[in-house]
């Protein structure tokens, strides 16, 4: 049988107020939003003021409150807050992958000393259910990759790039103008949002736990003409993958990079700002989930899923947490990249190459298609990452 929810509410930005619509049309969770607590007082908003708060405390302090629902922008705010409402033993539900992903060791021991639930679906893919799946699912198959399109910026701009013809800096003008991306958007193009993703979805996969600066990301943000002009002769199209792969029974590679795809590759069929994520096992070989990374109602409708869990008083169990005790990050892997640097550095760059099967150069720009280290790969972009462009053939 469930029991009643009393929410209180931080954020009524996109997600917030598609929240406070689809809990008002649900029929099925017994669930009320007592307060909202908010930044700015003077932002116009659809309800009236008097639903409004401007002090934290007034939900953490509010002991008829027993779920909080976070879904601010701050990290550091947003961690603040679910670490005070975890210890006063209120459940919470949030959207904050970089939050989660920066902070997550500390969440889960503030989760098993507590004994409060700490739910967080729609920080990963929007509406797609990955989490729960990985956490019941899969729970038993022999989970060996996990690979998706878990940004829509990127993939709206690649998407612009390739169906339509644009150029990058026009179809990122484009997401800038359409809301899909930020004044300043490095955090969606440099690959770092889907970092935040891969390393919540590698604890839930793997039972493996990272700092941010331990998953290796490359973002779309240096491509050029060399790249998307190779992808459209060859028929294959670009997309931005968070990628983790079980090597062996103690390593597992997991990575942010551009990859070409080709057209009968299911992520093809993945544009606009549609997320896609596909799993493989060793029993039930490629699954593949499919639906929108963003917006108010799906990603609400995400939180909703978490809020109706709770309910019922289920939790996140991390089984593989505890059974992941010889699983490590690997930095010792070949791939197989297109690799795109100035003309007059060929020479330079050469040598981290164990095998070069292509070249080109013009004028001004050039590029290899070969394999190398993945060590050799990190070096080069730390090195000169202004300067470079990296985009993944295949992991070999």
């Known amino acids: 049988m469930s029991k009643k929810l009393t929410i209180g509410l931080f954020g009524y930005g996109v997600v917030g107020t598609g929240l406070y619509d689809v809990l008002h049309k649900s029929k099925t969770v017994d669930a009320t939003i007592k307060k909202i607590v908010v930044k700015h007082k003077d932002k116009p908003r659809n309800i009236s003021p008097e639903h409004f708060h401007y002090d934290k405390n007034e939900i953490l302090q509010d002991e008829e409150i027993n779920l909080v629902v976070e879904l601010i922008d701050d990290a550091d705010a947003a961690f603040e807050i679910v670490k005070t409402a975890l210890e006063k033993g209120k459940a919470v539900v949030s959207a904050n992958k970089k939050m989660i992903a920066e902070h997550f060791e500390e969440l889960y021991e503030l989760q098993k000393k507590h004994q409060v639930p700490f739910l967080y679906e729609a920080a990963v893919c929007g509406s797609i259910p990955i989490i729960r799946n990985l956490e019941e699912y899969y729970n038993n198959d022999f989970l060996q990759s996990i690979q998706g399109i878990v940004n829509g910026s990127t993939n709206y701009i690649l998407t612009k790039t390739f169906q339509d013809n644009l150029s990058y800096e026009e179809a990122l003008k484009e997401a800038q103008e359409k809301g899909y991306a930020e004044s300043n958007p490095i955090l969606d193009t440099g690959g770092f949002d889907a970092r935040s993703k891969l390393q919540i979805l590698l604890t839930h996969s793997f039972g493996i736990t990272t700092k941010p600066e331990e998953v290796f990301n490359v973002g779309i943000q ?120 100035k003309a007059k550095d060929s020479q330079n760059f050469e040598n981290y190459f164990e095998e070069i099967e292509e070249f080109y150069g013009n004028r001004e720009d050039a590029y290899f298609v070969g394999s190398i280290r993945f060590q050799q790969l990190k070096d080069v972009f730390t090195k000169h990452q202004d300067e470079v462009s990296f985009v993944l053939i295949d992991i070999l």
């Open 222 to 341: 240096n491509l050029g003409d060399l790249e998307i002009k190779y992808a459209k002769e060859k028929n294959l199209q670009i997309k931005l993958l968070a990628y983790a792969q079980k090597r062996n029974e103690e390593e597992v590679i997991a990575l942010v990079i551009p990859k070409f795809v080709k057209s009968t590759d299911t992520f093809s069929t993945v544009s606009d700002v549609f997320n896609g994520v596909k799993v493989q096992t060793a029993f039930a070989d490629k699954q593949f989930f499919y639906g929108r990374g963003a917006g108010s109602l799906p990603t609400a409708s995400a939180v909703l899923s978490d809020i109706s869990a709770i309910a019922y008083d289920y939790r996140y169990e991390y089984k593989k947490i505890a059974n992941s005790e010889n699983l490590k990050l690997t930095q010792d892997f070949p791939l197989k990249v297109l690799f795109r640097h």
